[in-house]
T-cell receptor, first 117, second 112 residues
Framework: GAVVSQHPSRVICKSGTSVKIECRSL??????MFWYRQFPKKSLMLMAT?????????EQGVEKDKFLINHASLTLSTLTVTSAHPEDSSFYIC?????????????FGPGTRLTVL | QKEVEQNSGPLSVPEGAIASLNCTYS??????FFWYRQYSGKSPELIMF????GDKEDGRFTAQLNKASQYVSLLIRDSQPSDSATYLC????????????FGKGTMLLVSP
């Protein structure tokens, strides 16, 4: 149980284009979804937290107009990296939690590796 | 500023030995504590969570929490080469807002 998927697993795009990453909770309804970014040999950095039907809460230093997050349903959240640049190349990982499943526990998706040329 | 500190390692242990991973945190009011395992190039995988002082055992893994000393540890018994990975300690603070603060992780190497 508590399976989270992400799509795509890997994407290469040109500088200036936008990329959409999907995060789905497959066997539970996610009250909250989180988006992280991880650079090589660094720890996970939380980018934003989203609750279904609400605007995402962004961490300090994360541009909300560049990283658009939509959490339209209890099983789907999307992260769109707009006008991507090479410095946006990173490993993007989502996680999901539900109040009724071991409250506070986050289950992670497999991640999306973004390379911006 | 909430901080979670871990020794980056690598921690090297022989196969069959006990691996001990430690983590300290700065927010004294922290409520929830998690250990994740991350293989290179992969996303974190939940190993255990612990909320109360003391020990919590799950198979070969034992999490230990000492809130007075603000540390949490993970013991891995009968370590296997497949346990070689980076182990991330994560903490949720007192605010009740369920955001995890991660440590930088400890790399564990189990040699055959």
């Amino acid at each position: 149980g508590a399976v989270v998927s992400q799509h795509p697993s890997r994407v290469i795009c040109k500088s200036g284009t936008s990329v959409k990453i999907e995060c789905r909770s497959l066997d539970f309804q996610a009250t909250t979804m989180f988006w992280y970014r991880q650079f090589p040999k660094k720890s996970l950095m939380l980018m934003a937290t989203s609750n279904e039907g609400s605007k995402a809460t962004y961490e300090q230093g994360v541009e909300k107009d560049k990283f658009l997050i939509n959490h339209a349903s209890l099983t789907l959240s999307t992260l769109t990296v707009t006008s991507a640049h090479p410095e946006d190349s990173s490993f993007y990982i989502c996680s999901a939690s539900h109040d009724l499943i071991a409250a506070d526990t986050q289950y992670f998706g497999p991640g999306t590796r973004l390379t911006v040329l | 500023q909430k901080e979670v500190e871990q020794n980056s390692g690598p921690l090297s242990v022989p196969e069959g030995a006990i691996a001990s991973l430690n983590c300290t945190y700065s927010d004294r009011g922290s409520q929830s504590f998690f250990w994740y395992r991350q293989y290179s190039g992969k996303s974190p995988e939940l190993i255990m969570f612990i909320y109360s002082n003391g020990d919590k055992e799950d198979g070969r893994f034992t999490a230990q929490l000492n809130k007075a000393s603000q540390y949490v540890s993970l013991l891995i018994r009968d370590s296997q080469p497949s346990d070689s990975a980076t182990y991330l300690c994560a903490v949720i603070g007192r605010s009740g807002y369920s955001t995890l603060t991660f440590g930088k992780g400890t790399m564990l190497l189990v040699s055959p």
